[in-house]
């Protein structure tokens, strides 16, 4: 195994600017931060205004939701398998490990990646693709995850986070690498919220998005170190690599996720500190590129990751949306969309300046279909078409 070391030069630049007081001067100042409603969730002496938002992510009503959400393995009953809750504490301690490095601020960076997945629909990416063909049929708008997790945040719940915060996490595509991430000042809410109503239009605007801080920067390329070696060694327990010489090379950052993890992340403190940007070395740049794209081929479409997907969770979507769809406009409020999700809305201490009720009917579905995690989107569904064919787990013993 391989495992990269920061240069001697950077180490006993880093060990001389701490020694005396000269640390880079680069993490956001969280007295700067701005949020919707400035007279509340004013920082304190012992919670900042970044430790307040990561308190409100971690005590949300979604948050907990993250256990039973497929990362990429729908179809496995296996607890080795990650889900998404594992991935989104990996992100934050991989982005925290560089940003301590990097003299960031942390407390922004933990808020950023624990509520970067929020708005993740149920089965992962194939949900969320399933998704936004109904939702975008239904009334022209797209739904996107990372979008949807300031919805979650700021819209579904008004937590009053921080810009800095939702800025961070609507921009944190983890599908769209850079080899130099460059901060990209946001100056109020209403720009923001131009941002987001632009995406809901036009899924193309999702990938002009880029964070307003650096802090936003680590995590946005720590989604992708935090996936890339870990979703192979998923892939091997689910028994989907073949040759695991040929399989789990890639090239200079490293062939094991300990050693993916390591490597791109001295690359990137050691061409990123003190500096107005994140960024990596060309070399390894090219090479997380590559890996990436062989984690495409190798795993998430191949037969047996992505038909299952199409042809059973697809039409599970379609029926369920349309029952929704059907017990909404009847206002059935027996139905489990106003007993699970509306009625919980409504009580909840933070008020909405308009009734969640009066939303656009395909909205209140869409977030409901989001929120759900995977045991209970097909527990619904079974709820509601006893008849239907459900999904076939693999089992441990299988």
């Not at 256990?67 to 990429?72: I, Y």
């Not at 949900?127 to 708008?141: N, P, Q, S, T, V």
């Not at 327990?237 to 050693?259: H, P, Q, S, T, W």
């Not at 984690?295 to 369920?320: D, G, H, S």
Request: hydrophobic share 35%; proline share 4%.
């Amino acid at each position: 195994m391989k495992y990269d070391s920061l240069s001697r030069s950077l180490v006993e630049r880093m060990e001389y600017d701490k020694m005396t007081g000269r640390t880079p001067k680069v993490a956001f100042d969280e007295r700067q931060a701005i949020r919707r409603n400035m007279d509340k969730d004013r920082p304190n002496a012992f919670r900042g205004a970044f430790v307040r938002d990561v308190d409100k992510i971690l005590h949300s009503a979604y948050y907990s939701r993250f256990a039973d959400k497929t990362q990429v393995f729908s179809f496995y009953k296996n607890d080795d398998i990650s889900r998404r809750a594992l991935h989104v504490q990996l992100v934050s301690r991989i982005a925290r490990t560089i940003g301590a490095a990097l003299c960031l601020n942390l407390d922004l960076i933990e808020a950023i990646a624990l509520g970067h997945d929020m708005g993740h629909t149920p089965f992962g990416h194939a949900g969320e693709k399933y998704l936004d063909e109904i939702y975008f049929e239904k009334c022209g708008r797209h739904f996107s995850h990372n979008i949807h997790s300031a919805r979650v945040l700021d819209g579904i719940y008004p937590y009053n986070l921080t810009l800095q915060t939702l800025s961070g996490i609507v921009s944190h595509n983890g599908e769209m690498e850079c080899e130099v991430y460059r901060p990209r000042p946001l100056a109020s809410f209403e720009e923001f919220d131009r941002q987001i109503e632009g995406c809901y239009l036009d899924m193309e605007n999702n990938k002009h998005l880029m964070p307003s801080t650096l802090e936003g920067c680590v995590v946005r390329i720590c989604d992708i170190i935090a996936y890339l070696g870990k979703d192979r060694q998923d892939a091997k327990k689910a028994g989907l690599l073949g040759n695991e010489e040929e399989v789990f090379d890639m090239g200079v950052i490293g062939r094991y996720n300990a050693e993916i993890i390591n490597n791109l992340s001295v690359n990137i403190i050691e061409h990123s500190y003190s500096k107005p940007y994140i960024k990596m070395s060309p070399e390894y740049f090219q090479a997380l590129k590559w890996a990436k794209r062989s984690n495409y081929e190798k795993i998430y479409l191949t037969p047996e990751v992505a038909e299952p997907q199409r042809e059973v969770i697809r039409p599970m979507f379609i029926r369920l949306y349309d029952r929704l769809e059907k017990d909404l406009l009847e206002k059935n409020r027996s139905s489990p969309i106003y007993k699970h999700h509306i009625e919980p809305i409504s009580q909840s201490p933070y008020k909405r300046e308009t009734p969640y009720e009066e939303e656009n009917i395909h909205t209140v579905i869409t977030d409901y279909m989001a929120s759900m995690t995977d045991d209970y989107f097909v527990d619904l569904h079974e709820y509601f078409f006893p008849e239907e064919k459900g999904i076939d787990y693999k089992g441990y013993f299988q």
